[in-house]
Structure formats: C-alpha cells, structure tokens
T-cell receptor, first 117, second 116 residues
Framework: DTGVSQNPRHKITKRGQNVTFRCDPI?????LYWYRQTLGQGPEFLTY????????KSRLLSDRFSAERPKGSFSTLEIQRTEQGDSAMYLCASSRKGLSGGDNEQFFGPGTRLTVL | AQKVTQAQTEISVVEKEDVTLDCVYETRDTTYYLFWYKQPPSGELVFLIR??????QNEISGRYSWNFQKSTSSFNFTITASQVVDSAVYFCALSPLDTGRRALTFGSGTRLQVQP
C-alpha cells in the first residue's frame, strides 16, 4: 500500500492524559500536513512540514499540541493534558513539491479518531 | 483571511439526475489553488481536482465537470447522471499559491445522497 497511513485508527483516552498519533506519508512526498475534523465540519488546518522543517502553524495548535517530523519522513502529533474538546478526527496528508515550486494536491490518510472521556 | 462557503448542506437526488454543488470563496491572494475532495462513508478524503487561479478553463472528467468563474469567486462541481456510489460529502477547498503557505481552507461540505 503506497498511500498515507495513520496509527492508531482509534484512540479513547481519559481527560488529562497525553496521546500521540503517527503519520507515514507517501514515500516520495516531502510535504506533510495535519488537520482536525469535527463532526459535520470540514477539516481545519493545524500544521505543515516541508521535509523536517515546520513551516506553518495554525492558531488552533495550542501549546498542548506539538508536532514533529524529525527525519523528514514520518510525523507524530502529540496532545498533552487532553480535554473533551480535543475529541475529533485527526487527519494527515502529504504532497510532493511540484517541478516549478508549486504544490501538488494533498493526499489524505484515513485519520485517527480521538475520543476524550 | 480565506473563506470557503458551501451553502448547500445536504442535497438528495434520484439516480441519473444531474446535480450541481456550489462553492464560493473569498481570498486576498491574487494567485491560489481551488480543490474538490470527496469523503465517502468510509471517511477517507479523496482528491478529485485542483485548479489554479490563472486557469479559468472549465474541466470535464467523465461524469464530473467543474465551472470556475473568477468574476463571481465560484468553483462549482456538476455530476452528470448521478449514481448511488456518488453518495458522499463533498468539500471545496482553497489554498494560497505561495511556497510558505500551504494550508487548505475547507468549506463545511455538502452531503449528497443519491437514491436508487
């Protein structure tokens, strides 16, 4: 399978616990994105990496959230001290930088559904 | 700031009917990309099309067609002869054409139900 993969697919946790999600992008893609989607809404951008550099962060990414992409391949998204409002689907996407420098389309993974009790 | 509006929350049609999903966007960027994604009941977002702001040619791909009108800031999507498998939530999205800014701004989606 050469698509974007995410683990785990589901996570149930208690309020106050820390959780970490992993995303493996399509192998030749150098750009990686995290989004959050709540029920009935479109995905909301959280952050974006080009190789290992985190180039853009949304205001939604509070200080309890941290994302890393240490070797420019897979990425992790950690949420500390989870709150019930963090319950959502967390989506990862990847894209390949175009020849002219422009972006190519973002391909999405299946998501990690987080439920905070 | 960027904004994408999909005013149609839900549309229900009978198989073989044509259906148009509306998308209106706002942006201060002079160059940008527009996208459509499909999210079937399985949940995974599927890329359908990307257009850049300086290419206003309409596009057709099989039963799908897209009408981009910069003058009205709209990027509408038409499915011809709809099928039950077209049932999904469809999202329109926008991103700057700028190497430092790549975030997609999504609309709230239109749920399409195609009845047999």
């Amino acid at each position: 399978d050469t698509g974007v993969s995410q683990n785990p697919r589901h996570k149930i946790t208690k309020r106050g616990q820390n959780v970490t999600f992993r995303c493996d992008p399509i192998s030749e893609h150098n750009r990686l994105y995290w989004y959050r989607q709540t029920l009935g809404q479109g995905p909301e951008f959280l952050t974006y990496f080009q190789n290992e550099a985190q180039l853009e962060k949304s205001r939604l990414l509070s200080d309890r959230f941290s994302a890393e992409r240490p070797k420019g391949s897979f990425s992790t998204l950690e949420i500390q001290r989870t709150e019930q409002g963090d319950s959502a689907m967390y989506l990862c996407a990847s894209s390949r930088k175009g020849l002219s420098g422009g972006d190519n389309e973002q391909f999405f993974g299946p998501g990690t559904r987080l439920t905070v009790l | 700031a960027q904004k994408v509006t999909q005013a149609q929350t839900e549309i229900s049609v009978v198989e073989k009917e044509d259906v148009t999903l509306d998308c209106v966007y706002e942006t201060r960027d002079t160059t940008y990309y527009l996208f459509w994604y499909k999210q079937p009941p399985s949940g995974e977002l599927v890329f359908l099309i990307r257009r850049n702001s300086f290419d206003e040619q309409n596009e057709i791909s099989g039963r799908y067609s897209w009408n981009f009108q910069k003058s009205t800031s709209s990027f509408n999507f038409t499915i011809t002869a709809s099928q039950v498998v077209d049932s999904a939530v469809y999202f329109c999205a926008l991103s700057p054409l700028d190497t430092g800014r790549r975030a997609l701004t999504f609309g709230s989606g239109t749920r399409l139900q195609v009845q047999p």
